[in-house]
């Protein structure tokens, strides 16, 4: 289990909708992403956690990657 807060990457492609839906949701006490691996999550959630700090200095998070293996 990974509980480091994820750097954005320099060059990506920006997701405006996924984006918006998580600015709606920043108030919530907690926000899952969920997809199918090599989706994007990790990225997504790093470029948001760069926007938050880039416009309040500030970043309130914790971030958790937990993987589940089913047989």
Same mark, same amino acid.
């Given at each position: 289990?990974?509980?480091?807060? $994820?750097?954005? %990457? /320099?060059?990506?492609?920006e997701?405006r909708?996924?984006?918006?839906?998580?600015?709606? =949701?920043?108030?919530? $006490?907690?926000? %899952? /992403?969920?997809?199918?691996?090599?989706?994007?999550?990790?990225?997504?959630?790093?470029? =948001?956690l760069?926007?938050?700090?880039?416009?309040?200095?500030?970043?309130?998070?914790?971030?958790?990657?937990?993987?589940?293996?089913?047989?």
């Amino acid at each position: 289990m990974r509980q480091t807060i $994820p750097f954005p %990457r /320099i060059r990506l492609v920006e997701r405006r909708r996924p984006l918006r839906a998580l600015d709606d =949701w920043r108030e919530l $006490p907690l926000i %899952r /992403i969920t997809t199918p691996a090599s989706f994007g999550k990790t990225t997504l959630a790093a470029a =948001w956690l760069g926007q938050i700090t880039a416009a309040t200095n500030e970043a309130h998070v914790r971030c958790m990657a937990v993987a589940v293996f089913r047989r």
